[in-house]
């Protein structure tokens, strides 16, 4: 099993980035899929999630400024980050697992390795 992270980069306050990945090795449309992230020095967060059915969920603190979908044909799912702060600057993760442990304990199955995203002013 394979799970790929790509589109992390250098933005400016404001900007936007869309984050890709890619799973390969597993029933794509079986897995819910999830986006976490983590800063400097802090601990990993939940940033969204998306059940196999399409239903999402986001943190509270992007809500309305990201927003998480899939291509269940390309075996892949994306964060679409609009307006992003510094405070967004992290090394962002894909997982793949039940839709549950992504919105409860981030308890999924497979990650990847991460992208970073670094938001300037």
């Known amino acids: 099993v394979q799970v790929v992270e790509s589109g992390g980069g250098l933005v400016q306050a404001g900007g936007s980035l869309r984050l890709s990945c890619q799973a390969s090795?597993?029933?794509?449309?079986?897995?819910?899929m999830g986006w976490f992230r983590q800063a400097p020095g802090k601990e990993r967060e939940l940033v969204s999630c998306?059940?196999?059915?399409?239903?999402?969920t986001h943190e509270d603190s992007v809500k309305g400024r990201f927003t998480i979908s899939r291509d269940n044909a390309k075996n892949t799912v994306y964060l679409q980050m609009n307006s992003l702060k510094p405070e967004d600057t992290a090394v962002y993760y894909c997982?793949?697992?039940?839709?549950?442990?992504?919105?409860?304990?981030?308890?999924?199955?497979?990650w990847g390795k991460g992208t970073l995203v670094i938001v300037f002013s």
């Open positions: 090795g597993v029933t794509f449309d079986g897995y819910g």
């Open positions: 998306i059940s196999d059915g399409g239903s999402t």
């Open positions: 997982a793949a697992g039940p839709f549950f442990n992504c919105i409860i304990s981030g308890a999924m199955d497979y």
